[in-house]
């Protein structure tokens, strides 16, 4: 089956960016970001259609996350910039393997529909 390994976490300092990245091990058709802060629920950071490249990130991140996908390489990267301290979290990436609705704030909402998930990377912004 699919599986999706993320690499790129750790500390930065605030105003920073980071980069991460998770590679998939097959074939899907929505990938996408998701955090979670310690207390607080999981929130989506964006996501895309790997085969369209259509991307979609949220009114909260906007302006300083890039969301794109490398199709060949089968690999999601989340650029962040501007860094702040409320974006210290676990960044999880995960992948469907339908692309309806995808990508946009309606599909991020379903978390059901996201089947594969990684493991999780910690940023830490201070």
């Known amino acids: 089956h699919v599986q999706l390994v993320e690499s790129g976490g750790g500390s930065v300092q605030a105003g920073g960016s980071l980069r991460l990245s998770c590679t998939a091990s097959g074939r899907t058709f929505c990938m996408g970001w998701f955090r979670q802060a310690p207390g607080k629920a999981r929130e989506a950071v964006g996501d895309v259609h790997t085969e369209s490249g259509d991307t979609y990130v949220p009114d909260s991140v906007k302006g300083r996350v890039t969301i794109s996908h490398d199709n060949a390489k089968r690999t999601l990267y989340l650029q962040m910039d501007k860094l702040k301290a409320e974006d210290t979290a676990v960044y999880y990436c995960?992948?469907?393997?339908?692309?309806?609705?995808?990508?946009?704030?309606?599909?991020?909402?379903?978390?059901?529909?996201?089947?594969?998930w990684g493991q999780g990377t910690q940023v830490t912004v201070s």
């Open positions: 995960a992948a469907g393997k339908y692309g309806g609705a995808c990508p946009g704030e309606g599909r991020l909402r379903d978390l059901s529909r996201f089947e594969l």
